[in-house]
């Protein structure tokens, strides 16, 4: 049974389930790692946080507390989980379970994140014995001390020190300027005892090796006291995310000793202080950024899901709401779910949700894959994979976080004025997702380190239309990478332009042409083959007309993220493709028909969005720019049938989902007005500021008008 209520007390929701054309069950169980078995333990496990005795998980009143008091009760939330987690022998694989029935972000959220999983790749076997023990037990809480006050994704201007020591065989950690001060890093301001710091290695000869990870101890492990020479604390409000204690912390001559440098790749030698960086291949170097890349991979994953939670609410909603009539005749009032207009926002967006979850999980698990084989000693993995994932990290991070956000919102927007209050649930799930745009990269630089990767590719490219093989050839070091269909699609198009004979334009004889997934996907991939060669054309033209190598790059910034942003958007529409091409055993046909509609509305929704890009590249005549429009109608209308049962999928709990508007029952407007009798404002009768502010204030405007009316009062008062 799902772990939402499992009665349907609104007529319209309960109309809207009875007409699925599929099982909601088997898509969860297929978002549930595709087994019907992995549904039952998550909802085992949910089902004890939710039935938990202690109560200590009900937010009911969270919107009524401070600052301190919400990281109090988060606090509290995150040891009672470790509890239920011990005795319900939650695995590791399993914890992403447990930490989403609590449903939110607990204070140790980046000790799993981002220290344990750096202690495994960066630190050697004696490092790990050491710290991975004391790590998994919570006597060492951790963060990853990274961004500085003044540098964030400049990873290599940061200016944090370590220094070695050669007469004390130790590290001396300092901050030697305002800007180096260590800032936003999660768990650091008042949970972490330690943290993974990165710092410029400074050796024993004084030569700076550039940035390392150091293991710096922050607190004293019995008082939690800062330890001397380190200034530790919150960094105040946000606009959301206020469970988490983000921190700023400095270093004055923190002396650690040389064993907390992680030290699987390279180390110092005790008493001459040298530099010794372990051999490895050009891949294998870049593992210092695996850590990195896996928490991008992490948002693209759990983007899906915030999505997918906003549009669980509204859709719900949607369907409850009713708002003007069906006709000028009727006095039945219509379902806000079958204006066009709000399909045509929210319903891509459950799209987008259902995709950005799929592609997620696709990155982590090749993130793994490339992971464990970059670690073996005689590794096959290339510089150019390695090159590769980051790219595509670095483009499907920005936009999937960009548009989850930005989706949020939309999704607020279209539950009126209710999705204002608290109790909608929106205000709070927006509030903290919107960090996501920002942290780990910001999305502008990120689109810039996905193209320097894929202007890495256009020689291949060349090579391929000079040789006539742009379908037929290899493409070489990038063969089998996710920038493969860009070395064919670049070489298509130069090929194309020596023989001034550009590709037709897609076939567009109606708009049911526009509804075929893959005409679709090769629509897209041809629009991200098109700008990329648009950047490499501009940056061209800039060196010929003269301009500095840097500004010619920062000219072409704008078009730049159109080509990320395309290759991204590329990808995920592929990935798409691909799972409902080839279903798992849990989805059924007709599973796979209701995901293979929503790609196909995720697809030709896109064109729409972007119609400049296909007109510019030849794909779409302006001619058949209403026959895109159309078609766009007609896949709304051919998923709005499905719209509940494929949130219902998503199997979000109302424990979970913290909302009045997207209860499972569809009972909203009652939970509305039990929400604003909580309200503290309303305890007492007058409420709070009556006696020192408004009765004085009201009682000096009475004796204003009895002055004025020369003290004559009316024989009855209104007031």
């Known amino acids: 049974m799902s772990t939402s209520s499992s009665t349907t007390t609104n007529a319209d929701l309960a109309r ?24 039952a333990r998550r909802r085992e496990i949910e089902s004890a946080v939710i039935a938990d005795p202690s109560g200590i998980f009900d937010q009911t009143d969270d919107a009524y507390a401070s600052r301190t008091e919400l990281h109090v009760r988060a606090l509290g939330r995150m040891v009672r989980m470790v509890e239920l987690q011990r005795k319900l022998r939650v695995t590791e694989e399993e914890y992403e379970w447990i930490v989403d029935a609590v449903g939110e972000d607990l204070p140790t959220a980046l000790h799993w994140i981002m220290f344990v999983p750096n202690i495994r790749t960066l630190c050697d076997e004696e490092q790990q014995k050491y710290w991975l023990d004391r790590a998994l037990n919570y006597e060492a809480i951790g963060c990853y001390a990274q961004t500085e006050l003044g540098h964030g994704s400049n990873v290599r201007a940061l200016e944090t020190t370590a220094t070695y020591d050669c007469a004390t065989d130790e590290f001396v950690v300092n901050s030697p300027t305002l800007t180096s001060k260590k800032f936003w890093p999660g768990t650091l301001g008042r949970t972490a005892n330690v943290a993974m710091v990165i710092a410029r290695l400074i050796d024993g000869g004084g030569v700076d090796r550039g940035v390392h990870n150091f293991i710096v101890p922050l607190r004293c492990p019995h008082s939690h006291r800062p ?80 999505l997918a939670r906003g549009c669980t609410i509204a859709i719900r909603y949607a369907c409850v709401r009713r708002q003007g009539f069906v006709s000028e005749s009727s006095d039945e009032e219509r379902q806000v779910i079958d204006y066009v207009s709000l399909q045509h926002t929210l319903l891509p967006l459950l799209a987008a949700a259902y995709a950005y979850r799929m592609v997620g999980k696709r990155v982590l698990l090749r993130l793994k894959e490339t992971e464990a084989a970059l670690l073996l000693p005689d590794t096959a993995v290339t510089k150019e994979q390695i090159s590769d994932l980051h790219s595509s990290t670095s483009c499907l991070k920005s936009v999937c976080s960009k548009l989850a956000s930005d989706g949020l919102e939309k999704a607020r927007k279209c539950c009126g004025g209710h999705g204002f209050l608290v109790s909608s649930g929106l205000p709070e799930l927006i509030g903290t997702y919107l960090q996501n745009p920002t942290v780990e990269g910001d999305n502008a630089m990120l689109h810039q380190q996905t193209v320097r990767v894929l202007l ?10 000079k040789n006539g093989q742009a379908n037929t050839g290899s493409a070489g070091p990038w063969e089998g990478t996710d920038c493969e269909y860009l070395v064919r699609g670049a070489a298509q198009i130069l090929s194309e332009v020596a023989a001034r004979a550009p590709a037709p334009p897609l076939n567009i004889g109606s708009p049911a042409d526009l509804l075929d997934l893959q005409v679709l996907c090769a629509a897209h991939r041809r629009r991200a083959s098109h700008l990329l060669l648009g950047v490499a054309k501009e940056l061209r033209d800039a060196a010929g007309n003269g301009e500095e190598g840097a500004d010619s790059w920062n000219g072409a910034l704008v078009q730049m993220a159109r080509a990320s942003t395309a290759h991204a958007t590329a990808l995920i529409l592929d990935n798409f493709r691909d799972i ?13 028909a209701a995901l293979r509609r929503l790609a196909v509305l995720l697809g030709v929704h896109g064109l729409e969005t972007d119609l400049a890009d296909f007109l510019e590249g030849g794909q779409v005549r302006p001619a058949d720019t209403g026959k895109v429009r159309t078609a766009v109608k007609a896949a709304l209308h051919a998923v709005r049938p499905d719209a509940v049962p494929l949130v219902d999928a998503w199997d979000f709990s109302d424990f979970r989902l913290k909302s009045a508007l997207g209860r499972f029952d569809g009972d909203v407007y009652p939970a509305i ?12 009768e007058p409420g709070p500021g009556y006696a020192e502010h408004l009765g004085a204030f009201i009682a000096d405007g009475r004796r204003k008008r009895k002055q004025k009316e020369g003290g004559v009062v009316g024989t009855a008062s209104r007031l």
């Not at 890495?456 to 239309?465: E, F, M, N, V």
């Not at 409902?580 to 796979?592: I, M, Q, R, S, T």
């Not at 039990?674 to 404002?681: F, I, K, Q, V, W």
């Open 16 to 39: 809207e389930r009875a007409s699925a054309s599929f099982s909601p069950e088997r898509i969860t169980n297929f978002l549930d790692r595709g087994s019907p078995s992995s549904t």
């Open 227 to 306: 330890l001397p020479g380190v200034e530790v604390g919150d960094v105040g409000p946000k606009i959301g995310y206020n469970k988490m204690d983000n921190g700023f912390c400095s270093f004055d001559n923190v002396r650690i000793p040389r064993f907390n440098m992680a030290a699987r790749f390279a180390k110092i030698i005790p008493g001459t202080g040298e530099f010794v960086a372990k051999e490895l291949s050009e891949a294998a170097k870049r593992i210092n950024y695996v850590t990195m890349m896996y928490v991008r991979s992490q948002i693209i994953y759990e983007s899906g899901k915030n």
């Open 456 to 465: 890495k590719i256009l020689p291949t490219a060349a090579q391929l239309a």
């Open 580 to 592: 409902v091409d080839h279903p798992n055993d849990c989805l059924g046909p007709k599973e796979a």
């Open 673 to 684: 007005m039990a929400a604003c009798r909580r309200e503290p404002l309303n305890a007492t």
